[in-house]
């Protein structure tokens, strides 16, 4: 890209009052999380497609992760599932993580591979899977300690299938004593972020079925607790900058499990069918993120960023390189967004204007804008293109198939 397509995008918003070094600035501190199973097989309900040069270990899916993160500079974390990343030295996965130039992001509990969590995990009516399922909760505060993680990303696929199955009032009591347990064992800049997700694998009731679920449950375990929005958990035409807004309004949004969705938990790529969801959550954060209450401004800047994607026809390196850029693209496009022109158009009572002064953002070209932040890093222009240049791609296919699966 040239430096007269900079130029000339930088005349043009300048002239709108959005200045381009300021954006630029902004776009060097975003940072997404990318998961440790995005890299191994996955698949559907029907089937798991075995890929050549798949990771075959934890350690191996860090160095995947890194080349992510090598050329974009976007993804400096790698989330990791217990028992799935399971190693006997957690503090050696952590310096290989470092010796990458990575962090060990999130841990994820495992609630739901084994037979026992057949009928629920912490709201199983058996006292000791509840016992066993607290017990690896407990585990995972443990091996965060280790991996110098702060958070810990809790999703229960626990719920029903029929009517009269479970004891829903008891089903609940029994989740907010297990989680107490595990909020005691945190220690003090830990969080534990609650995912909800309206249905799957249970279908008839899902113990933590939404947002408000998650929220009252947070608000019930203390400050360390707080809600964790995947964008594929919501039933049709929820509106989740909405959510976002609300709850960063009440100071708990912990984060984001970033995907696409058409129909359901889909896991697709983010940002390939719905961009403009994700433009429209990022203009929530960031119209909070100049808020004159400094709480509000202190959860925006705390949000983790995360991405929670099954890759089971695609490549997974270059399908997570790409779900990167989706995110940056869209936080840049979010960027151009003249929040005085939409307050203003709002003190006017113009419906049409406040929309107009919003979309338009959307609508420009940011091409240019990555190109000229990638260069100030040092950064390859084209990160998809780099990847794809080298040998990375070629040289993993000797690990062969069968490598780790979800
Ligand atoms: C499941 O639907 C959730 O999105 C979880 O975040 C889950 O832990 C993750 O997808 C890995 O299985
Ligand atoms: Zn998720
Ligand atoms: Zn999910
Ligand atoms: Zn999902």
């Given amino acids: 890209m040239s430096d007269r397509a900079y130029q000339l995008l ?91 130039g990575l962090k060990i992001g999130a841990v ?66 029994w989740m907010q004593e297990s989680l107490s347990e595990m909020y005691r064992a945190l220690d003090p800049h830990m969080r534990m972020l609650i995912e909800y997700k309206c249905f799957e694998p249970a279908f008839y009731h899902t113990d933590l079925a939404d947002w408000g679920m998650s929220y009252n449950l947070a608000m019930k375990l203390g400050p360390q607790a707080e809600v964790l929005v995947d964008t594929g958990h919501h039933l049709q035409g929820a509106n989740i900058e909405h959510i976002v807004a609300y709850l960063i309004d009440e100071k708990r949004l912990g984060g984001f499990h970033f995907n696409s969705r058409k129909y359901a ?15 429209l959550i990022f203009y929530q954060i960031l119209l909070a993120s100049k808020d004159n209450d400094e709480a509000i401004r202190n959860n925006v800047s705390n949000i983790a960023y995360m991405i929670d994607q099954s890759h089971s026809i695609e490549q997974k390196i270059p399908a997570m390189l790409r779900s990167v850029l989706n995110v940056q693209t869209q ?16 003190n006017r009572d113009d419906v049409l204007g406040a929309e107009d002064a919003v979309r338009k953002a959307f609508e420009f070209d940011v091409t240019p804008l990555l190109h000229a932040v990638r260069q100030e890093q040092g950064l390859p222009l084209d990160p998809m293109r780099a ?15 069968g490598g780790a699966s979800w």
């Fill in 10 to 100: 930088e005349e043009q918003q300048k002239a709108r009052g959005i200045n381009l070094d300021a954006v630029k600035e902004q776009l060097k501190t975003l940072k997404i999380e990318t998961p440790s199973w995005g890299y191994g097989d996955s698949g559907t309900r029907f089937k798991v497609y075995q890929k050549e040069g798949v990771p075959r270990t934890p350690f191996e899916k860090i160095e995947d992760a890194a080349q992510v993160h090598r050329y974009t500079g976007l993804a400096p974390s790698v989330a990791i599932h217990i028992p799935w990343d399971k190693v006997d030295d957690y503090g050696k996965l952590r310096s290989h993580a470092e010796s990458l």
């Fill in 108 to 173: 994820n509990p495992n609630l739901f591979q084994e037979d026992e969590y057949m009928l629920g995990s912490v709201t199983n009516a058996n006292e000791k899977i509840r016992r066993k399922a607290t017990d690896h909760l407990l585990e995972c505060v443990q091996i965060a300690k280790e991996t110098g993680s702060r958070d810990i990303s809790l999703w229960f696929a626990d719920g029903t299938n029929y009517p009269g199955q479970g004891d829903i009032r008891k089903r609940k009591a």
């Fill in 265 to 279: 938990d889909d896991d697709l790529i983010v940002g390939t069918t719905n961009p403009y969801e994700l433009f």
């Fill in 331 to 346: 936080f840049a496009k979010a960027l151009l967004i003249n929040h005085d022109e939409v307050t203003d158009a709002q």
């Fill in 387 to 401: 990847y794809l240049d080298s040998s990375y791609g070629k040289d993993i296919l000797a690990r062969g198939k």
